[in-house]
């Protein structure tokens, strides 16, 4: 069942939008026991949601986007959780991951133009209290991202054919 | 004017060009044509095993191998038989590196098979193996499989049709076009065949990593006494996404790889560089990458069987291989109307069973080398057309 389960999640990791009925027959369980995996996944916070990758840039609507180091004093008893809860609050925040290495928290921020980020980056990040410096560095190219490759503007075409000796 | 028909070898004059091959072209004519025809697999080559085949080329490692192949290749290949299928073959005498599987059976039947020998081939089976034994001057005899068998080979039906002149079986499982696979027990009722009748066996196992249902691949070889008989023919294309780097191989006795090796060093020399370079890696750290291919082909597999089945098309569950072959026979048409009505009408491009054999003919071949989407896609049209031939539209 675990097995199953994992399965289940691995195949939604990758896309979505099959159906419920698709599901059951390729991982060869009842209608119901996808339907229920799902609930409970859902309910556990295991599946935190489904959205579709967008390649912005492609169709045309320009966004900015950075990685902000961010160096901060650690608090008493909560240490980097308060500050981090501060910051993911904002919906410009795409993620905020606690790094080990030379800087603390890495935040990815987007806006619609990179002044818009530098604005969010003065103006509401760097008055946080605890933070100690931020470093932004603008994303200039998307080549690839949540494990799709963006950069290419050739369309794969599938140039199998005909060959009798398969 | 030069007659030509006067110089070409009337043998291979007169070898029929397969039914696949028209069926393509009107295939290639149409637009917005989804296709479940081809035979190789989708998937890249996993990066790390294309990155190996760069490397060999950056620096500057292009020249002939040894005729057999790199000794490393063929070691490594050694100890993958033995993980795997628990067999056993020395690098140095009994393996042999071929420009993929088909050179490996081109060469097998001709290093065996002289004027007049024959060779019991069964039906439906991947296209080569008759037109090479006719090159060869043997003669093909077909031995039909069936559904009801699930495609297996029945002993029965090879006493009915073995002679004095017989000489070799080609064993092709798990099957293209079936998917039909032979097991355990199965294989023991040929083996026992095989040595009462003196033959050798030719054993096609280039999809021995694809089986799903439990039952992993077994050789025939690794039955007693079958390991002297046996010429197993594998390769990289179906099992590692690798099939334009013509990687194939053949392992058997000494005593037959070495005049293999032989017809090999004269016509081919070495099989290409870069490419036993990236097999090499493959064997070393690919087994992950057949894992995660296998489990995406059995989803596959899945919703394809689970597709024509609910539109009435009954299907056999196949156990191997990446094909479905389905019975067509509820429609009431041949294999190739079929197949001819569906592509003007749906655009949806599958094979004609007949294509593999007469045995073939009642079925159609469809592959699931092909995405999710597209599969669903194909399914779709594929349903519609179904309702459409009962309505009588």
Redo the contacts between chains.
Sequence with gaps: MEKKKE?LLN?LSE?AQ?SNE?LS????ESLDFVKEAKKEFEKEGIIKGYKTLVNWEKFGKATASAIIELKVTPQRNTGFDEIAARIMEFPEVEFVYLMSGGFDLAVMVNAATMADVAMFVAKRLAPIGGILSTATHFVLTRYKDGGKVFANDEEEI?E??????? | MIDYSTKINPTLKNIKP?G??KF??I??ELEDVI?L????P?FHTPWHIREEGIYSLEKGRTRYTPNKGFIKLREEISAYLKRKFSLEYSPQKEVLVTV?G?EAIDLCIRALINKGDEVLIPEPS???YVPITQMAGGVHVTIKTTAENKFKLMVEDLEKAVTDKTKLLVLPYPN?PTGGIMERDELKAVADFIVKHDLIVLSDEIYAELTYTGHRHVSIAELPGMKERTVIVNGFSKSHSMTGWRMGYAVGPAEIISPMTKLHQFAIMSAPTMSQYAAIEALRNGDEDIEKMR?EYD?RR??IV?GLNKMGLTCFEPEGAFYVFPSIKSTGLSSAEFCEKLIYSKGVAVVPGDAFGESGEGFVRISY?YS?NHI?EALERMQAFIKELKEGK
Excluded: P, Y
Excluded at chain 2, 37 to 40: A, D, F, I, L, Y
């Design positions: 399965k195949i896309n099959l698709q027959v390729m991982i060869d599938d199998r054919g005909s060959n009798l000796c398969d | 397969s696949i091959r393509f072209d295939a290639n296709s025809s081809v035979g190789e989708d993929g088909s991947f296209v080569c293209n489990s989803m899945r919703l689970d080398c999710i669903t």
